[in-house]
């Protein structure tokens, strides 16, 4: 495995740094951000948790502009940022929208034609990232932990609950709380998954829920009133109730008067950065 | 004077938005960023800091990328955040390199055609926006204070050098500190203000202390040691020398192994607030 460094920059005492390496789940060259917090060593690897980000975004935006690491440096926590898609793929298609293709992977593995060649975001996050991360850096890949922000929100409740063996953490901002609901996922999963919405239900965190998946840990999820994609796309109120019927515990903030951008993200990145620590630290 | 609102959000229970404005001094429409914190009103107005970005950023960037909203929240004091230069002004040469032009105003009024007719950015910052936006919000004037990056550094030193008056407290990270002596101010200055060295001397804060310009409050510096653009660009030693000189208080702070990007701000920014806060609520 090379690892390519685009970058290294010193940030709040810890290492700050963006790699490139040649994936095989997706057969193309993938890109991903990573922080690690000083006196981390392979004596002493630190918990870790993944940044997945939301529609149009790609491996830097959740550690630019969420203040995310000003909090993982004083928790001495690391973070593994991917990529929200596949990028240079040239399938047809991919980059004639911005809520299907490149920038808009939803974190599954597509088995429809022809995204199925290397949409394999799912596989890429849960097996290849976390083995190419902990290779390199020193990681405790038993205190891992997973954080998103609307399809990342997603993409994290959906990992967590599908494999909470290897997600022992979980937060998000605004996710996408039942996709085959709503417009966005619709269009994402009839294309990645095919038409049978049987197909879907492994992907989306409520129909999950329903299905007997839980969390052994609190999801906490915070969500703003004044979000634009409320209503339409993300839902929450479906994740809520599923939750409690199902009994998974879950930690629900709504935030009037904030809306779905990072602004919104900033505002409470450290209260996710204390969730995570308090469940990790305590492994 | 008509303001157009760009976008408004809520961020660490203050408002953050991006507004438009038809500049008298730029002959331009000009954009602006700004963050109000919770409780300000017309009765109780807060102090504020405009803050200057470096080359090639825009109004949103230092906002953005600073982490600076939370500790601005924390303290009660607002911010705005000018653009770089002025945008579209169709100016011959403008955007052929990115360190003259469209991305470049140095903060500096230009002289020399054919930037003179657009090129104000030195009078838009002193006069137009404090003005502009003390009549919208709810900010204390008496309290205003000036903080810059690279060349957003250079502008903050100069403008309060120049004008105490209305700038009562000043801090920079990696500011170019004698741009008269590098390439990128010679390269400005020459074109905004002429080949005469004589004219360039009020835009730089190395000269200006040594012409007998001093601050009342400490000068905050941070700057990083491993920054790509130390020696040939910055060149801080030039205007410590002038400070310890003209007896100007000055805290210059060098820090190992941090570059010249914002995860260096990011991580000395609550310093800069903690700085400010103690000049402005103490006037």
């Known amino acids: 495995m090379t690892l390519t460094t685009r970058s290294e920059h010193l940030c709040c005492g810890g290492q700050l740094g963006f790699y490139s390496h040649q994936s ?5 060259v993938a890109s991903f951000g990573a ?5 981390a060593s392979r004596e002493k690897p630190v918990p870790v948790i993944h940044l997945l980000a939301g529609l149009t ?7 630019i502009k969420s203040n995310v690491v000003r909090f993982a440096a004083q928790h001495g926590i690391a973070l593994i940022a991917t990529d929200t898609s596949p990028r240079g793929a040239g399938t047809t298609g991919e980059t004639d929208s911005w809520d299907l293709g490149a920038g808009a992977g939803f974190y599954l593995d597509a088995t429809q034609s022809p995204w199925r060649a290397h949409y394999r975001m799912g596989s890429y996050l849960d097996r290849e990232l976390p083995a190419v991360t902990e290779a390199i850096f020193p990681l405790d890949g038993t205190k ?6 609307s399809m990342g929100g997603h993409g994290a409740l959906v990992h967590a609950l599908n494999r909470p063996d290897l997600w022992k953490s979980v937060s998000a901002f605004a996710p996408i709380a039942h996709p085959a609901a709503v417009p966005w996922g619709e269009k994402a999963f009839t294309a990645y998954l095919g038409p049978d919405r049987a197909a879907w239900a492994s992907n989306d965190a409520t129909l999950l829920l329903k299905a007997g998946h839980k969390h052994p840990t609190t999801l906490l ?9 409320l209503e339409k796309q993300l839902q929450p109120w479906h994740l809520e109730a599923a939750a409690k019927e199902a009994g998974q515990p879950l930690k629900l903030r709504h ?12 505002s409470f ?5 204390t969730h995570h620590a308090s469940v990790l630290n305590n492994i």
């Open 24 to 28: 095989e789940e997706l057969g193309l």
């Open 35 to 39: 922080f690690i917090p000083k006196g």
């Open 57 to 63: 975004c790609n491996h830097e935006t959740f550690l």
């Open 144 to 149: 891992r932990g997973i954080m998103g922000h």
């Open 221 to 229: 999820i915070d969500q703003g009133n004044a979000d634009q994609f």
């Open 255 to 266: 935030h009037a008067g904030y809306d779905h951008s990072y602004w919104f993200i900033q």
């Open 269 to 273: 990145i450290e209260d996710h950065l």
